[in-house]
């Protein structure tokens, strides 16, 4: 079967798509993970923490750049993806608005290049600057929204592994840290063409309008609310804990959060596979979507129990592993740090499956809104004191907060719904 026929047989498709998205997701969530027995030994610490709070940049401009379109446009191409024509509109228009973003992430990136644990190496601000902007561009909402995403997860995991290839082979030592970011960053703009010109053709091409970005901005505001406010004490955690405390304290906090976000982001797929689904049966009837609801918070919180049971126990054997004994107080704090792994995976159910579905999106805005307020009040106040025991507890209790108010609201709406 040629690489062509084979996205043609149905029945091909629906048997390799979880291997190949997850695969794909493993790739490229754990790529930086396969590296780092390689890279915490050619790099110095105190460089190495640098790199390590410029990537928390990054990811926090990818889910700025991002702006929720994953999930809003996710969620309405999932249901019109009949109208090819309404398709391309809404894909130009994001395409533009994110161009609009990026000028926005420029002026981002330009004020807190001079945070301190990366103030000796501003350089490494502007390559994550760049890797953002090349990964916000990627097409993953499309392939989701239509659920071809064999198809994109094929051409990531070949760019994945040429970037894994290409760290072994060019980062020799210290002075190429900056290779770390602009090897991510090239091999990116590669899948990404391959990846848009295929969208393009399926959906006939699309048009560039300023107009039309401003709208898409309009439209997606709320929903990137939840995901800014939320990647302030998760993606940018790193980075925030980098204004508090010692440079030197930075890697050693910064690969433990590395690895408890790694594991936490394994609930990734399962978004990308499930979200249309949860949409679609919502649209259908609320009876529907509650027994898909319940299903989910099942299946994922046994998921996160075991989780955060095989960090607890792994926690050393990993560190010591992927670090060497140098870090080895990474250890406290990656064990606390998969607290969050059964808290995240309750509440993403009560999130992407139960309010987005049903076009909640102010409600979750404002729950998180309210919960990274908490979050940057402690980590105010705890990290310069009590430092990496600090951060612990300023990234866990907003977690259990968010997962107490998010539970009431899905009980009295269910309790309503019955009631009905």
Known sequence: MSFSSF??????????????????????????????????????????GALLSAQALGLWLILLLDFGFTLSLSRKIAILRG??????????????????????????????????AIVNYQSFAWLALLWAITQSFSPLWFYQAVERMV???????????????????????????????????????????????????????????LWGGFEAIREGYVLSGFTLLTSLYTAAGTFMFGFFAPPALVPVYGNADRLARAGVSLLGPLNQLLLPRSARAFAESHQKGFTLVKR?????????????VAGWLLAPFAVHLLFGKSYIKSVHYLRWLMVLFPLTAFNTVLVYHFLIPLAR??????????????????????????????????????????LIILSLIYFKAYRRYNNA
């Open 361 to 402: 999106d102010k409600i979750v805005t404002f729950i998180y809104t309210m919960i990274s307020f908490i979050t940057l009040c402690l980590i105010f106040l705890l990290v310069p004191r009590y430092r990496g025991d600090g951060m612990i507890i300023a990234m866990i209790f907003p977690e259990f907060l968010a």
């Open 83 to 116: 109208d090819v024509g309404q398709v391309s509109r809404d894909v130009g228009n994001v395409i533009s608005a994110k161009i609009l973003l990026s000028l926005f992430a420029v002026l981002i990136t330009y004020l807190v290049s001079h945070q301190p």
């Open 296 to 308: 989910f918070l099942l299946f994922y919180s046994l998921i996160g129990l075991l989780g955060f």
């Open 7 to 48: 996205f043609k047989s149905p029945s091909a498709v629906r048997a390799f798509t979880p291997l190949a998205v997850y695969g794909a997701f493993f790739l490229r969530g754990f790529s930086f993970i396969i590296l780092l027995p390689f890279l915490t030994r050619v790099i110095q610490p105190l460089t190495w």
């Open 151 to 209: 198809e994109f997860s094929i051409i990531d995991m070949i760019g994945r592994v040429v970037y894994i290839l290409s760290i072994l082979i060019f980062v020799r030592g210290n002075s190429d840290a900056y290779l770390v970011l602009l090897l991510q960053a090239l091999t990116l703009i590669v899948v990404n063409f391959l990846t848009i010109s295929r969208m393009w053709k399926s959906i006939g091409g699309f048009s560039l309008s």
